[in-house]
């Protein structure tokens, strides 16, 4: 059973930053990708970015530019910085991990980001 905990949420003015740490209960070189998604009151769960085992990265279109997404190994921790925030990025981030060989689809319970204008 993988457990996955996200931290760092909270209310931030708009322009400001936070930054978002999901740390998993085993070896993340054990997924295949994590990522973060985001999810808005009333709308669908979207991509915010992903990381895979090699360490190659996705972004959503919205957040390109402003979002990075790394990660330390020695902590199986995942992390989401997120710059020059904006009210639309108001939203529940959640983590996620997959491993598709064995069909693991693992999600964290989420955390609130709140930009304010």
């Known amino acids: 059973q993988v457990q996955l905990v996200e931290s760092g949420g909270g209310l931030v003015q708009a322009g400001g930053s936070l930054r978002l740490s999901c740390a998993a209960s085993g070896n993340i070189f054990s997924f295949d990708v994590m990522g973060w998604y985001r999810q808005a009151p009333g709308k669908q769960r979207d991509l915010v970015a992903t990381?895979?085992?090699?360490?190659?990265?996705n972004y959503g279109d919205s957040v390109k530019g402003r979002f990075t997404i790394s990660r330390d190994t020695a902590k199986n921790t995942v992390y989401l910085q997120m710059n020059s925030l904006k009210p639309e990025d108001t939203a529940a981030y959640y983590c996620?991990?997959?491993?598709?060989?064995?069909?693991?689809?693992?999600w964290g319970q989420g955390t609130p980001v709140t930009v304010s204008s």
């Open positions: 990381i895979t085992r090699s360490g190659r990265t």
């Open positions: 996620n991990a997959r491993t598709y060989a064995r069909g693991l689809d693992a």
